[in-house]
């Protein structure tokens, strides 16, 4: 479990370095929600239009919402409101 917390703390490490580089996207924008679950937290992010069918986007196994590309998930926001877990 810690090899997967210190993946995720990389991955946004290098995340916020990446914006400051090249400017920030509206999913990188978009603010960290979280549900409860019996034995785990999901956290996850909404973005575009609220209503209708959500695009939902599930990662593999070990990934984490910051492996998203944020450019795949502006477009995605513009057609449906997507969620990406």
Known sequence: MCVLREQA?????????EKDIMGACPADEAEDLA???PSVRFTYRRMGPQ???PL???NRFRGTIDWWDPEF????GIVAQCVAL
């Open 35 to 37: 549900v409860e679950g």
């Open 51 to 53: 209503g209708g069918v």
């Open 9 to 17: 703390r990389e991955t946004a490490r290098t995340r916020r370095q």
């Open 56 to 58: 939902v986007l599930l």
């Open 73 to 76: 998930l502006d477009l995605g």
